[in-house]
């Protein structure tokens, strides 16, 4: 059974800096890719970044390239997200996904594109 696990979020003053961690078990990343969305309140989900599984193809939301960096960890078969610069915009709930049934796929940010989904773990920048 797959199961992915957030940790890693908390609140933070603007400005400041979190990493993310999603703990990928019951599958390896070898295939298809992994990515990260977020939901305020209020809001629809929204992507933020997505990672082949190879490691050579990333894909950023407008809105944090340049201050995140979404990675991985083969040997803990664990992806990251480095989160810089956070603004009170990137006050949301954090949730890791991915899609692991096909070798080859072309990152997107549709969320109905990713069929394996964490609980999410909240993070809250204060300015």
Do not use: H
Not at 16 to 42: K, N, V
Not at 85 to 96: F, G, N, Q, R
């Amino acid at each position: 059974q797959v199961q992915l696990v957030e940790s890693g979020g908390g609140l933070v003053q603007a400005g400041g800096s979190l990493r993310l961690s999603c703990a990928l078990s019951g599958r390896t990343f070898s295939r298809g890719a992994m990515a990260w969305f977020r939901q305020a309140p209020g809001k629809e989900r929204e992507f933020v970044a997505a990672l082949s599984w190879s490691g050579i193809a990333t894909k950023y939301a407008g809105s944090v390239k340049g201050r995140f960096t979404i990675s991985r960890d083969n040997a803990k078969n664990t992806m990251y997200l480095q989160m810089n610069s956070l603004e009170p915009d990137d006050t949301a709930v954090y949730y890791c996904a991915a899609r692991l049934d096909q070798a080859i796929v072309v990152l997107t940010s549709s969320r109905y594109d990713y069929n394996y989904w964490g609980q999410g773990t909240q993070v809250t920048v204060s300015s």
